[in-house]
């Protein structure tokens, strides 16, 4: 639920969450609406779907959300495709809870 009043960006990366607003906000859980994965040119968009902790159209705490961010980082880095892993949250509808997870990465060069 939220209680929303001016205008507000929130992300959430692996390690906090930044909060953005001009007024007051209280969110309890978030609805992921759409993943966005960035980077990959070679790997399939199933195999990244393959190794998330987050799926489309669930909702999360913000607590389960950073745990299922760290596990989901980690799962995409043992694959051993990539170099680099960034996942974060970017709230598009704040009135209605949802976001969208955004997975940009960096792969291997010699795949």
């Known amino acids: 639920m939220i209680t929303r009043v001016g205008m507000i960006l ?3 990366s692996v390690n ?3 909060l953005f ?19 990959n040119t070679k790997t399939k968009n199933s195999i990244i779907l393959r ?8 909702l999360y705490s913000f607590d389960d959300l950073q745990t299922r961010i760290l596990l989901s980082q980690n ?5 051993q495709r990539f170099n680099s892993v960034d ?3 970017l709230i598009t509808q704040p009135e209605e809870s949802n976001a969208e997870l955004i997975v940009s990465l960096k ?5």
């Open 75 to 79: 799962n995409l880095l043992r694959t």
């Open 10 to 12: 929130l992300l959430i």
């Open 21 to 39: 607003a001009k007024d007051s906000l209280q969110i309890t859980k978030l609805q992921m609406i759409k993943i966005v994965i960035e980077g």
């Open 87 to 89: 996942i974060r949250f």
């Open 107 to 111: 792969e291997n060069w010699y795949l």
């Open 51 to 58: 190794e998330l902790e987050l799926y489309k159209d669930s």
């Open 16 to 18: 906090s969450i930044y």
